[in-house]
């Protein structure tokens, strides 16, 4: 079943857990035609059997029902650590929502939703995640663990910055990503939600890219945008004011008169911060808000596939 049809018919679910399980299990349930066949919620609790490891756990029950051997995990084991970055700046709340418009139709709605979706499966392999928040200043930090006490803590963090309402501020992305870099001490999967816009050095802020996969860290990053108003700039001709919501300045402007330069300057801007990141060896997926959330949990299985 496809997730969008998943969302559609839970949209009325204002609860963040039920909302990301719901996606997770669409998508574990479509998994019969994808690379990542055998994957389950019951495989979420085995690992595969290999020679020369003790015959003590192995499940014989699953070896019946696939012809495969499998042993039992236990919850004190843990096969990854997944620290989450969300962008939480003010250019993050974008777009505005209308009045009973789904929360994941904006930029941190969709982070956040993200976040939580990665957050369930790992939950289900017995992963440890953690989670950091920034925006204007390093706004939570939560080190990785398993526990449900501590889903529960950052699922709570997560919803909150649903509600909460962002005031025009500068974002310094560099500092923050080089705080986080300096937390991180174990080896782990390191995933960034943002938008990437913030003033400032590019070069620097690169280079805290980078910064991140010291101690041999893999890094993901999603990059959020708006493919229709950020991406294309497409609006009609009608006189609009635009508002900076980093700094809280406005223009006023015809969309045609400027939307040629906008394009080419967004458009080279991506590229270069794909080209860098292929060149630091990190991870660019670049989504919309509207995107389908397989392609979260895609890329997630993919890279955690690769990170020996």
Not at 1 to 23: D, G
Not at 236 to 261: C, H, M, S, W, Y
Request: with cysteine; proline share 2%.
């Amino acid at each position: 079943m496809k997730i969008e049809s998943q969302l559609e018919k839970i949209s009325s679910f204002q609860h963040l857990e039920l909302l990301a399980n719901q996606v997770v299990e669409g998508f574990i349930s479509g998994m019969h035609k994808s690379p990542f066949h055998g994957f389950s919620a019951e495989f979420a609790e085995h690992k595969v059997y290999n020679s020369g490891e003790s015959t003590k756990h192995i499940d014989w029950k699953l070896f019946a029902k696939t012809d495969r051997l499998y042993t039992k995990r236990y919850e004190e084991e843990t096969n990854l650590r997944c620290h989450l970055i969300v962008d939480n700046s003010s250019s993050m709340h974008y777009p505005k929502l209308n009045d009973g418009q789904p929360f994941y139709e904006s930029k941190i709605g969709f982070a956040v939703l993200a976040s939580a979706v990665l957050m369930n499966l790992l939950k289900k392999q017995r992963d440890a995640v953690g989670l950091s928040v920034y925006s204007d200043n390093y706004e939570y930090y939560a080190p990785e663990k398993g526990s449900e006490r501590h889903h529960r803590m950052l699922l709570d963090k997560l919803e909150g910055l649903l509600q909460a309402a962002k005031e025009p501020r500068n974002t310094d992305i560099t500092t923050y990503l080089h705080q986080i870099a300096e937390k991180m001490h174990r080896r782990s999967m390191i995933v960034i939600f943002t938008d990437m816009f913030q003033s400032g050095n590019e070069e620097a802020m690169f280079n805290a890219l980078q910064h991140l996969k010291h101690d041999k860290h893999k890094v993901v990053l999603f990059h959020v945008v708006d493919n229709k108003t950020e991406l294309s700039f497409n609006y009609d001709n009608t006189p609009r004011k635009f508002i900076d919501l980093e700094t809280g300045e406005d223009v006023n402007i015809f969309a045609d008169n400027v939307r040629e330069q906008y394009e080419k300057q967004v458009e080279s801007y991506f590229s270069k911060l794909a080209a860098t990141c292929i060149q630091n060896k990190i991870k660019y997926v670049p989504v919309s808000v509207g995107d389908s959330f397989e392609k979260i949990l895609t890329t997630y299985l993919v890279e955690k596939q690769s990170f020996g």
